[in-house]
């Protein structure tokens, strides 16, 4: 690309050069040969003055001014015979033109022709030929003309200085543009092209920039829903699986309520599915008010099984006169249920959902008997708690932090082992906006 725009920008250069050149290189051609012609004139004109009347008659002779140009002069009568000077012994065709009261300018392969006619008493008496060779004004007009050319030469040059730089600041923004593409096309959804001050690649970079950010956050969600489905989905289908088995090892009188329950199952994980691709297809979040005692009552009806199966009961604070909470339902009922099966993997003994209401706020608390987090290490941005990120990693508590932190609400671990006690803090519909 950088010698394509060198030899544009060279090719605009020479066409220039050329239309302006050539038709001033033939206009000083002609002033050089006009002037020329002027100078000539001159010394004939001059020559003319100082003739006497009766020059063809008188017995002096007569002399013609000598000058220092090289121009020849010569006399002629009124019959075209050379009276003194240098010339042809005859009026050649330009002098005898010249008797006819006319200044005659022409010229030869060799030399330039100036004749004047001489005039006494308002009549042609005579005439002056005046003769000069071109090779001084052929070499003045060569001189001129070779200026002409080291200049086009030097503007040439400065041509092609002006466009290897031009070339370069248009193919340096234009090579980024180009790294960022296959960068972007590798994956790396982090680029960050430079601005280069021309309007048009800064617009595409922007675009590109803007571009890499969407697929990043599309693929991102995708990550994320590819992760949370497996996390989500494997409870439930071990239940399924569980229950399926229990029913072919021991039957129940009544061999269609295993199918009921497999139906109800079945139908949880398909709204499971939708919630989640829902969530990973959508980077913003409905806020709308939340009622706890129908998020519990979910919660009840999905986990009330699966802790009884392993006999942990699993006790919930009625919620019916709670105030409503600002969020997401579907967010918190998936936080709920990753802290619950958190809860069911690696806790032991009842499993308790409480809440508590402040002016503001409501605190839902899930707690269990187990051992709790050990070796977990304090938050140092929350005194007193563990943030999700400091759990144990692989238990599922980042995706239930990064779901209550869209609503937006905040999660932390209030108390680590034992007995842990993990804490969801959300914001009364009723509160004031700060």
Request: glycine share 8%; net charge neutral; charged share 20%.
């Amino acid at each position: 690309m950088r010698r394509r725009i060198l030899v544009a920008i060279l090719s605009v250069t020479a066409i220039a050069i050329v239309l302006f050149g050539v038709p001033l290189v033939i206009m000083v051609v002609r002033f050089v040969d006009e002037d020329a012609s002027l100078r000539v004139e001159r010394q004939a004109v001059l020559a003319s003055r100082n003739v006497p009347a009766d020059f063809a008659t008188g017995a002096d002779p007569v002399e013609l001014p000598s000058n220092g140009d090289g121009v020849v002069l010569a006399l002629y009568d009124r019959q075209g015979i050379l009276i003194a000077g240098a010339g042809p012994a005859t009026a050649d065709a330009t002098t005898m033109r010249a008797l006819n009261n006319r200044v005659v300018d022409d010229q030869t392969a060799n030399a330039r022709i100036v004749a004047v006619p001489v005039a006494a008493d308002e009549r042609v008496i005579g005439a002056i030929r005046a003769e000069q060779s071109t090779a001084g004004s052929d070499a003045r007009s060569r001189r001129i003309i070779g200026l002409l050319g080291g200049l086009a030469a030097a503007v040439l040059a400065v041509g092609a200085a002006i466009g290897y730089v031009v070339a370069g600041r248009l193919t340096r923004p234009v090579r980024r543009l180009r790294d960022a593409a296959v960068q972007l096309g590798d994956g790396d959804f982090g680029i960050d092209v430079p601005r280069s001050q021309v309007p048009e690649l800064d617009q595409a970079a922007q675009a590109m920039t803007v571009t890499a950010r969407r697929l990043d956050d599309l693929v991102n969600r995708e990550r994320s829903f590819s992760a949370d489905a497996s996390h989500q989905l494997r409870t439930p289908l071990a239940g399924l699986r569980a229950a399926i088995e229990t029913e072919l090892a021991f039957p129940r009188p009544d061999s269609t309520e295993v199918l009921h329950e497999a139906i109800g199952d079945i139908d949880r994980l398909e709204r499971t599915i939708t919630e989640l691709l829902t969530m990973a297809r959508t980077s913003t979040v409905i806020d709308a008010p939340v009622s706890l005692a129908g998020v519990f009552a979910e919660i009840a009806a999905s986990w009330h099984g699966p802790l009884t199966r392993v006999g942990r009961p699993l006790t919930i604070t009625a919620a019916r006169h709670s105030p409503l909470v600002s969020g997401n339902p579907a967010r918190l009922r998936h936080a709920l249920d990753v802290l619950l099966d958190n809860a069911l993997r690696h806790g032991a003994g009842e499993v308790r959902i409480d809440h508590t209401v402040t002016t503001d706020a409501v605190t839902i608390t899930v707690t269990d008997e187990g051992p709790g987090f050990s070796g977990a290490p304090l938050s140092p941005r929350e005194p007193g708690g563990v943030s999700a990120e400091g759990a144990l990693h692989g238990l599922g508590l980042p995706l239930a932090r990064r779901l209550v932190e869209t609503m937006p609400g905040r999660l932390t671990i209030t108390r680590v082992a034992p007995h842990p006690q993990i804490d969801i803090v959300l914001q009364r519909a009723d509160a004031p906006r700060r």
